[in-house]
C-alpha cells in the first residue's frame, strides 16, 4: 500500500519546513521570563500548544506542497480528472488522531487552569483600583492605599481588580496572567510570584486617550520586606487619621518636596509627562501654572475635567502640592 508514497521527496520538503517553523520558534524572544508559578505552567501550555500544532502544520503543509508541485495541471489540460471515492481507513485515521489531540489539549488546559486558581489559605489580599488613568492599589487588611503594587515571593497574592470608570485590563506579562477590570463587578486572580524584582503592570485594554501610559510598577519582595511595607505605611496612615480632626490643617500644612514628587510619580505622572515638567501627557504641562497654592490644592483634591478627584487626600495632598509648587 505504501510502496507509491514519495518518501524521499515529501523528507526533503518536511524539514525545509520544519527548519522553518522551528527557527520561528527558536530565535524570536517571544515570551518574557516566567515569574510567577502560574506563568510557568502557562508558558508551559503555551508551548506544547504551539509545538504540537508545529507536527501538524509541517506534515499537511508538505503533502500540499509536493502535491501541487508533482500533479499540477498541465496549461492545456481542462479534464476533471478521474474520480475518487472515499478510504475509510484514512478517513479513520484522520478523524482519530485529532480527537485524541483535542483531548490531550483539553485535559493539559484543565489540568493548568485548576492549578492556576488553587486558592492558599494564607494568601495575601490586594484591592486593585483601575481608573483613567493610573492603578491604585489597597490592602484591606492593612488599611493602607498605594500606587506601586509590592507583594511578597513565593506567598500567593489575591488581587480583587475593580474599575473605577471604564473597562481597563491588568497585566503583567512576567506573570503570565491578566484580567479585566470591569466596573460594578469585581474579577479576582491569583499570582503566586517566584522570583524578587520590579515588574511592569500594563492596561492591556483601550480605555482612553491615556490608555498607553496607563502603567504602574509590581515589586515582589522577600517576606521580611513586605511586613516592613505593611507597617511603614500602616504607620503614615495612622498618623494621617490621628490628625484627621483636623483635615483641613493637614491638607493645607507645608508638604514634604521629596515625597511628593514620589506620590506624584505613582499617581499623577501617568498622565503629566515628564514628572509634570513637559507637555505633550495626557494632561497638561504644570510647569509653567499661572495657579496660586490654593488653586493647585483644589486641583490635586477634586479634580477638573477629564482629572479624576479625589487621588490624594490628606498629607499626600500636601506633599503632591509642595512638589507641584516646586516644578512650577
Ligand atoms: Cu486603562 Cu487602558
Redesign the pocket.
Known amino acids: 500500500m505504501y510502496k507509491n508514497v514519495p518518501i524521499i521527496p515529501l523528507a526533503v520538503i518536511g524539514i525545509v519546513i520544519a527548519a522553518i517553523t522551528a527557527a520561528q520558534a527558536l530565535l524570536i524572544d517571544w515570551l518574557p521570563p516566567a515569574q510567577s508559578e502560574q506563568a510557568e505552567r502557562t508558558f508551559g501550555l503555551l508551548w506544547f500548544l504551539f509545538w504540537l500544532s508545529a507536527i501538524f502544520f509541517v506534515i499537511v503543509t508538505s503533502i500540499l506542497v509536493y502535491a501541487v508541485w508533482k500533479w499540477r495541471a498541465k496549461d492545456d489540460d481542462l479534464e476533471d480528472g478521474p474520480p475518487h471515492h472515499g478510504n475509510t481507513k484514512l478517513e479513520i485515521v484522520w478523524t482519530t488522531i485529532p480527537v485524541i489531540a483535542l483531548i490531550t489539549v483539553a485535559v493539559y488546559g484543565y489540568i493548568v487552569l485548576e492549578r492556576n486558581e488553587a486558592v492558599a489559605a494564607d494568601r495575601v489580599n490586594v484591592d486593585v483600583y483601575?481608573q483613567?488613568?493610573n492603578w491604585t492599589y489597597g490592602y484591606p487588611d492593612a488599611g493602607i492605599e498605594t500606587g506601586t503594587l509590592v507583594v511578597p515571593v513565593d506567598r500567593q497574592v489575591q488581587l480583587n481588580l475593580r474599575a473605577r470608570d471604564v473597562i481597563?485590563d491588568f497585566w503583567v506579562p512576567e506573570f503570565g496572567i491578566k484580567g479585566d477590570a470591569v466596573p460594578g463587578i469585581t474579577h479576582t486572580l491569583w499570582i503566586n510570584p517566584t522570583k524578587e524584582g520590579t515588574y511592569p503592570v500594563i492596561?492591556a485594554?483601550?480605555?482612553g486617550v491615556g490608555?498607553s501610559v496607563?502603567r504602574s510598577e509590581v515589586k515582589v519582595v522577600s517576606e521580611q520586606e513586605f511586613q516592613a511595607f505593611l507597617t511603614r505605611s500602616t504607620g503614615r496612615v495612622k498618623a494621617g487619621t490621628a490628625a484627621a480632626t483636623a483635615a483641613a490643617k493637614l491638607e493645607t500644612a507645608p508638604g514634604d518636596e521629596a515625597a511628593g514628587k514620589t506620590i506624584f510619580e505613582a499617581k499623577c505622572s501617568g498622565c503629566h509627562a515628564g514628572l509634570g515638567t513637559e507637555a505633550g501627557g495626557v494632561g497638561p504641562q504644570l510647569k509653567g501654572t499661572t495657579l496660586d497654592t490654593a488653586g493647585i490644592r483644589n486641583v490635586a483634591k477634586n479634580g477638573r475635567g477629564a482629572m479624576p478627584g479625589g487621588l490624594v487626600s490628606g498629607t499626600e495632598l500636601a506633599d503632591v502640592v509642595a512638589y507641584v509648587e516646586s516644578i512650577k
Open positions: 483601575a483613567q488613568f481597563h492596561c485594554e483601550l480605555c490608555h496607563m
